[in-house]
């Protein structure tokens, strides 16, 4: 039986991805940078067997719906075309991580299945050609495949074989604290790929965007370079509020944000105000994520936990890359 293993860890968006150029591909409109964090990871076994006609997906010990999984097999056979085996498999997944509620549970999920397929299938591919893999089945997948602060490159060419991501520093290169905010562990209402549809396709603000982000982008890495994380926090705060703005453009117009959103928004403009350099930033959907650093992470935490809609305040920090791990007794297949 061909079977392996992998462990990916979910990202946070400091400079956003919004925007498809290419829905099949899932080639973006623009460049991002990201954090790959210590705390969410998904891991996920995968055991091809010869005596399978369909994937079989479990997630989370429970045989998956059948819309999650016509998603996963859409995504195994692109491993099978590559690969030139057309064999199916029991695809075993397991979160840890919040699902839909942006914290960002497909990139995480989709970077462990890419490198645990990829391998059980025996083929030999490094990084780069992972994170191109990983970006079919969620674009922000291919930044888990690496830990630290990582960055993907939007490309040009239309076969998106320049769409990639890679690593700008590693995990302990520089040690920022960031508390993700729970306060809404439901999905969400607008999944991230309707949501950038459909701004792409209607928000008169969209155009905006695009010609700024370029320039947030060019800030960011320039502070991670030099270590400044007031820069950081400035442009990676401005970016999110950016993002979130091309929303309310859009039609109909949605938004991510709930009043519990905005409860958070304000205690960390309240932390600054006396003096705690705190940052926040959204992804698509309502919860939060504070960035501080490590000497203030405790009094952060604290002031983030008195607020009443807030359910859950957890502590990561810059975590690892694609791990593979030992095969378990386990067996989901004849």
């Known amino acids: 039986m061909m079977e392996a293993t992998a462990r990916a860890y979910t990202n946070i968006a400091l400079i956003k991805y919004w925007g498809k ?12 940078l990201s954090i790959t964090l210590d705390q969410f990871y998904t891991t996920t076994s995968v055991q091809f067997c010869t005596c399978l006609s369909a994937d079989i997906f479990i997630l989370n010990g429970q045989l998956a719906s059948e819309q999650e999984t016509v998603k996963i097999s859409r995504f195994m056979s692109l491993l099978r075309d590559l690969s030139g085996k057309k064999l199916y498999a029991v695809i075993d997944s397991t979160n840890k991580v919040p699902t839909a509620a942006g914290f960002a549970s497909s990139a995480s999920g989709y970077a462990a299945l890419a490198a645990a397929g990829t391998k059980a299938l025996g ?27 990582v960055e993907w490159q939007k490309g040009d060419k239309e076969d998106g074989t320049d769409s990639y991501a890679h690593q700008i520093l590693e995990a302990q290169d520089w040690n920022l604290s960031i508390l993700s905010v729970l306060l809404v562990p439901e999905p969400k209402e607008v999944l991230s790929r309707e949501g950038m549809k459909r701004t792409v396709e209607t928000s008169p603000f969209y155009a905006g965007w695009l010609d700024t ?7 960011a890495k320039s502070a ?10 400035n442009v990676l705060e401005g970016n999110a509020l950016k993002m ?13 944000w709930t009043s519990a959103t905005l409860d958070v928004m304000q205690q ?16 698509a959907g309502p ?4 960035l501080c ?10 002031k983030l936990k008195d607020i009443p809609a807030v359910q859950d305040v957890y502590l990561c920090h810059p975590g690892p890359g694609i791990t593979y791990l030992p095969q378990s007794k386990k067996k989901n297949c004849c």
């Open 123 to 149: 083929m030999d591919s490094d990084d780069q050609t992972l994170s191109k893999i990983a970006r079919q089945g969620s674009g922000s997948a291919c930044r888990s495949i690496y830990g630290g602060y």
């Open 213 to 219: 982000v370029e320039v947030d982008l060019n800030t």
């Open 244 to 256: 979130h703005a091309t929303t309310l453009g859009a039609n109909p117009p949605f938004m991510y």
């Open 224 to 233: 991670l370079q030099q270590r400044d994380f007031e820069m950081l926090g």
């Open 21 to 32: 150029r290419d829905e099949q591909l899932f080639l973006p409109m623009n460049s991002s």
């Open 268 to 283: 960390v403009k309240e932390l600054r105000a006396t003096g705690i350099q705190a940052y926040f930033t959204i992804d």
């Open 287 to 290: 919860n939060v994520k504070v």
């Open 293 to 302: 650093q490590p000497k203030d992470e405790q009094i952060v935490q604290e």
